[in-house]
């Protein structure tokens, strides 16, 4: 999005260039080696797992709350599959919600490598600590 906003490009002309330029520089295995798509996706599994089953074990705790077979509403109490449907919902909107959250990590880390392909002596003057692991990655994965 960078080459889109800075250079004036349509996005499809703007993605041709980072894809060349990542090819061109040799970083293309540290791209297809990132681990940050699993980790978000781990994170948001872990997450959205305990929020459902503390939603679970309210729900479950709570559907019965008289003992007659309609509670003080009028309404019957959660039959297993309405609950059941109700944690799976929790769990999709939940997990979607997290994995939005935590996209702009992720692309933050994509524009890292393209700076690293496209100015790596900018990069190297901003953030030498990324720049050297990068450096050594890079070199890590050229000689094997």
Do not use: W
Not at 80 to 101: H, K
Not at 111 to 140: G, K
């Amino acid at each position: 999005m960078s080459h889109v906003a800075a250079y004036f490009k349509s996005y499809q002309r703007a993605v041709n260039d980072v894809i060349a330029l990542i090819e061109s520089s040799g970083e293309e295995p540290i791209i297809h080696d990132d681990i940050t798509r699993h980790i978000c996706s781990a994170l948001c599994s872990v997450v959205s797992g305990c929020i459902v089953v503390l939603f679970g074990m309210h729900l479950t705790t709570h559907r019965n709350t008289t003992t007659s077979s309609k509670n003080a509403a009028g309404n019957a109490p959660l039959d297993d599959l309405s609950l059941l449907e109700i944690l799976l919902f929790a769990y999709i909107l939940c997990y979607t919600l997290l994995f939005s959250a935590l996209e702009p990590l992720r692309a933050a880390i994509k524009a890292v490598y393209a700076c690293f392909a496209e100015h790596p002596l900018s990069l190297s003057q901003a953030f030498p600590l990324i720049y050297q692991r990068l450096s050594r990655i890079l070199d890590a994965s050229g000689s094997v």
